[in-house]
């Protein structure tokens, strides 16, 4: 089993930067794939970014651009996205999730275990 908890998320205005973090516990995640989706109001759950255990990442171009950027610390346990020049249509839950394999990234029913998500506001 693995606990995923985040956090840093906030209220922002556009153009503005924030940190979010998703720490792990029950389990190494040198051997998961880590990932970030998100979920705005009204819409389903939509893939952001995810880091390999390989250790190779990618992240969803069509709706962030080269704006986030995932990384992880197997020291800490804990994954991070850096959000940049943030928009108002970034505003959603952003949720931590982790499997075991690294295919499938953008399948959210393939991934296992999730965090409770931490809210992303940006006003414009």
């Known amino acids: 089993q693995v606990q995923l908890v985040e956090s840093g998320g906030g209220s922002v205005q556009a153009g503005g930067s924030l940190r979010l973090s998703c720490a792990a516990s029950?389990?190494?995640?040198?051997?998961?794939?880590l990932a970030w989706f998100r979920q705005a109001p009204g819409k389903e759950v939509d893939f952001v970014a995810a880091?390999?255990?390989?250790?190779?990442?990618?992240s969803n171009a069509d709706s962030v651009e080269n704006r986030f950027t995932i990384s992880r610390d197997n020291a800490k346990n804990t994954i991070y996205l850096q959000v940049t020049s943030l928009k108002p249509e970034d505003t959603a839950l952003y949720y931590c999730?982790?499997?075991?394999?690294?295919?499938?990234?953008?399948?959210?029913?393939?991934?296992?275990?999730w965090g409770q998500g931490t809210q992303v506001t940006v006003s414009s």
């Open positions: 999730a982790a499997k075991s394999t690294d295919f499938d990234l953008q399948v959210v029913g393939s991934y296992p275990y």
């Open positions: 029950g389990r190494a995640i040198r051997t998961y794939t």
């Open positions: 880091s390999m255990w390989s250790g190779s990442s990618t």
